[in-house]
């Protein structure tokens, strides 16, 4: 009798992508079209890759804006486990955290946060020795 595979385990790495970038503006289309097609062409995940694209664009928008040190790239990271699609933005600003805000209704900018907070399960920062990350989670159950 044939024994069925073990399920993975919960925060088993399954498939993992990692990329740095210039920041300009042009990069964020870059890595909101690559993160588009990775996660739902390549890694199986149609439903949730506009999610994610939206996330990774407004993240990246952030490293760019407020993130930026002269000569310093971003990093994007995405890290599929079987139950959670963990998205991380890594810039060089320590100093600048991101802070949730809401915006008046005539302003054409700050609601990126909120973005990322309604797609994706839970967000937060982690603090590096230069730089920090910004990272979403996305739960696929």
């Known amino acids: 009798m044939a024994v069925p595979p073990a399920s993975p385990e919960p925060r088993a790495v399954l498939q993992e992508d ?3 970038y210039t920041p300009l ?3 964020v289309r870059l890595a909101r079209m690559r993160t588009a097609r990775l996660v739902g062409e390549v890694w ?3 439903e949730i890759a506009g999610d994610a694209a939206v996330i990774v664009s407004e993240l990246s928008s952030n490293a760019i804006f ?11 990271q995405l890290t599929r486990t079987a139950g959670t699609l963990r998205i991380e933005v890594t810039d060089p600003r320590t100093e600048r955290l991101p802070e949730p805000r809401l915006p008046a209704d005539d302003q054409e900018y700050g609601r990126g946060l909120l973005l990322v907070g309604g797609l994706s399960s839970r967000w937060g920062t982690e603090p590096l020795v230069v730089g920090k990350t910004v990272w979403a989670e996305i739960d696929l159950k």
């Open 25 to 27: 503006p042009r990069s």
């Open 18 to 20: 990692r990329l740095t």
């Open 44 to 46: 199986g995940l149609p």
């Open 66 to 76: 407020h993130g930026r040190v002269s000569g310093r790239l971003f990093r994007v």
